[in-house]
C-alpha cells in the first residue's frame, strides 16, 4: 500500500479572500468592544454592558447589580465577548440604541454613558433574553465586510459635522 504525502498549500496566495478588506479593517485596530451579559431570576432581568475597554466596567455602579449573575459565553452560545475594529459608539450610530435586536423598544432601559464614563447598559426583562441574546450573538458574528460598513458610515457622518 503506498501512502500519499498531504499536498501543501501553496504560501504564495492569499491566506483569505479579503486581503485588501483586511488591510483597511487593521488601520481599525485602536476600536474594540467587549460584552457582560448579567441575569437575575429575582430581579426578572437581562442586562448587556458594553464598553471600549473592560476597565470601564468600574465604572458601573455594583451595588445597582449585586444580586445579577454574570452569564459566561458557555451560557451564552457564543464564542467570544468582544468585537474588534468597531467601538462601542459605531455600534449605537449603525444600529441604534436597541442594538439592532428585536425587543420592544418600550421594553428596554438604556443607560448611555459612552461619553462620560464609557459604558453602554441595554436592560430588559428575562422574558426577552432570546431575543437580546441573538442580538448579541448576531454583533458578534458580524462578517468583515460588514464591520467596514460600520466604519465608513460613521466617518462619513463625522465629516458632515
Do not use: C
Not at 72 to 95: A, C, E, M, N, W
Not at 130 to 155: D, V, W
Amino acid at each position: 500500500m503506498v501512502l500519499k504525502q498531504p499536498q501543501r498549500k501553496s504560501k504564495e496566495g492569499p491566506a483569505h479572500g479579503d486581503d485588501s478588506l483586511f488591510g483597511l479593517l487593521s488601520s481599525y485596530k485602536i476600536f474594540n468592544t467587549y460584552f457582560r451579559v448579567l441575569a437575575s431570576e429575582e430581579d426578572d432581568r437581562i442586562v448587556i454592558q458594553i464598553a471600549d475597554n473592560p476597565k470601564n466596567w468600574e465604572n458601573i455602579p455594583a451595588d445597582k447589580y449585586s444580586n445579577y449573575r454574570q452569564l459566561s459565553r458557555l451560557d451564552l452560545g457564543i464564542t467570544r465577548l468582544s468585537i474588534k475594529y468597531v467601538s462601542p459608539q459605531h455600534l449605537v450610530v449603525f444600529f441604534g440604541s436597541i442594538l439592532g435586536s428585536r425587543i420592544p423598544s418600550n421594553k428596554v432601559t438604556i443607560i448611555n454613558n459612552l461619553d462620560k464614563d464609557g459604558f453602554f447598559i441595554l436592560e430588559t426583562s428575562l422574558k426577552y433574553r432570546q431575543s437580546a441574546i441573538s442580538g448579541l450573538r448576531k454583533l458578534i458574528n458580524l462578517p468583515p465586510q460588514k464591520k467596514y460598513e460600520i466604519l465608513e458610515k460613521f466617518i462619513a457622518d463625522a465629516s458632515k459635522g
